[in-house]
DNA sequence: GGCTTTTATGCAAACGTTTACGTAAATAAA
DNA sequence: TTTATTTACGTAAACGTTTGCATAAAAGCC
């Protein structure tokens, strides 16, 4: 029968609720002894100590908060699984909130938690614009660590992946292939991370002496359906001969659209994404792929929460920058 | 500048803790002005309740746990964002427990939830034997409502998709495809949820006078290679025309023996599994699946649990059953 | 054996809320 | 006008921990 609390077990024992506490945290000040007595009836007892009551009294929540788009998004889930490890060998506990991509939402979550209910936060933002000040003021408030999807106006601890050097890479693939006239799909293009892989994709057609042409480069919406059409018109309008997308999302809106206009992939348009699906390889065409180490990226940026909250971090406003692979696979001919 | 508390907005207001506190909460007791009055206040200085504080004093976390066996599922993520729609709506947190098919962290993650850190949990058990009186104990701390991998051994709330009944007609669609050599790929079969997906599959084999064959029924283990290797031993042993997966991780494997055997999916060997995918359209070949609706699911058991909490539930046991729905493509011929 | 130091424990306050109970003033009922 | 009721607020206890301080006993020192 549970919730047995501290008072009912010092009762127990015969002690004060002061020595049980300290012997149930393994203080100096307690003989082995009276440690032994009190550990053992714990046990029996399953006493489990008050969250909250503790976290009250020692301002430690124990917990941290994961803000991110979406969670149906292997990115994403990757993510949370490394970072759910790490609080894991902390004895911490993860709240997840999903912000569907409104940052009023994600400012809104990130103002409740500033109450005490988390230690720290990690956050990977929304794309739609965001007013930074709103940031700032929680970053004075409580540590954050900002993952792959990070603001380049705030100075913050971050962890990205080489999304530039990723994004040249790809496109100098496609040119390698024989791409002429490269589409991009841009996406999160008020953040750094999608201003560096857009930068990287122009700096790829310019070292490469490939014409840039505004008409190639087309924003995402929210929206599968609203994307597929769009690229529909762009291959319609523009018949580039290989794509590269910004983000996982707009992978399959390509494979629709070709398959409808009846382009063959890589034949008629390459194609290569960021992506981590594990089921790019399968896909038909097998898909080509910019793959972020999601797991390590949440392993990465958790143990460094966790480094700032045990006081042992001393870069305030470091970025850690994991490498991204590409897998060149039929998409893009191989 | 945050973390003001209910004694300093008090002060600043010349008021007693109690009125602030139940203005905020909008009691009757208050008049309209000095509830203006405190509302404006807080919202100013930017006030927010401390949860510990008030987790304590009002015994509620107004806290969710989801405890699933991994956020790196299709079905679970989209189970999640259901779950945290809903959450969402009651403006409760979500925690997220990961057990990796361990039975012992799953029983030990729900212990230590027993001291109030939630106010109940959303559970889709390991696919590991469980002690299911470690359970029961649990469920008489805690409202639990178990969702898809529910024990059938314990009586309580539980939300299921139609099991049997799915199994049954994929089964029946492969055989109405022509398959007369049926392999079953087993997995949690010591839930009821595996249970009754296997009964589905002998039901609709016997019923179409079907011979089954013991040497074509495989148990899945929890490792993707393992996998690969056995259904590879299965193809080449007892030369199946018709493969039916109980859950979406053998889906891939065998895809990836086929390949590795030259047997051509749907020619040589039908495939239907169990499956969230959203790439199955776009899978060389498309993949037939029997899918759970995940999103809804997570919203169902959630909703359950919150009617639970607000002590609007009368059916203690009951279990809601939701419909799969198979979806015909390549892979059994279509 | 008297002194200081160490060891092991207890007392009580504090964390920031919520809420039962009390009460004074205002209003309604008689 | 007297009494009963309602309204609006305050007092203080409680939730279950943690921890600074006090203290008694034991041990060490000369």
Same mark, same amino acid.
């Not at 203080?27 to 003989?31: A, D, L, M, R, Y």
């Given at each position: 029968m549970g919730n047995i609390n501290l008072k009912e077990l010092a009762l127990a024992l015969n002690l004060s609720t002061a020595t049980v506490s300290r012997a149930l945290r393994d203080?100096? =000040? &307690?003989?082995t002894e009276t440690k032994k007595k009190v550990l053992e009836l714990a046990k029996k007892l399953n006493y489990e100590p008050n969250p909250s009551a503790s976290n009250l009294r020692s301002? /430690?929540? /124990?917990t941290i908060a994961v803000i991110i788009p979406e969670v149906t998004n292997n990115f994403f889930s990757q993510a949370i699984n490394g970072i759910e490890e790490i609080a894991r060998q902390h004895d911490y506990h993860v709240l997840i909130y999903q912000t569907h991509e409104n940052s009023e939402l994600e400012i809104a979550f990130m103002r409740r938690l500033l109450s005490g209910r988390v230690d720290g936060i990690l956050i990977s933002v929304a794309s739609e614009t965001n007013d930074d000040q709103d940031f700032k003021d929680i970053l004075n408030e409580l540590p954050v660590v900002f993952f792959d999807r990070v603001n380049e106006n705030i100075d913050a601890v971050k962890v990205t992946t080489d999304d530039y050097e990723s994004t040249y890479k790809a496109t100098t693939h496609l040119i390698e292939c024989g791409c002429r006239k490269i589409a991009y799909l841009m996406a999160l293009n008020n953040l750094s991370t999608g201003k560096k892989r857009f930068a990287g994709y122009l700096a790829a057609m310019k070292d490469n002496n490939v014409t840039e042409n505004e008409a190639l480069i087309i924003p995402d919406s929210n929206n599968d359906d609203d994307n597929y059409t769009h690229i529909k018109k762009l291959l319609l309008d523009e018949k580039p001969d290989g794509i590269i997308t910004? &983000? =996982?999302?707009l992978a399959l809106p390509c494979y629709y659209a070709c398959r409808d206009l009846k382009l063959n992939i890589p034949r008629d348009v390459k194609l290569i994404s960021f992506s981590n699906l594990k089921t790019a390889p399968l896909l038909n065409p097998s898909l080509s792929t910019i793959t972020q180490p999601a797991f390590e990226m949440g392993k990465e940026a958790a143990s460094i929460l966790f480094k700032i909250l045990n006081k042992k971090y001393f870069e305030p406003n470091e970025t850690l920058v994991l490498k991204s692979v590409i897998i060149k696979r039929e998409s893009t001919g191989f």
């Open positions: 203080s100096h =000040e &307690i003989s301002q /430690k929540s /124990k910004s &983000i =996982e999302n």
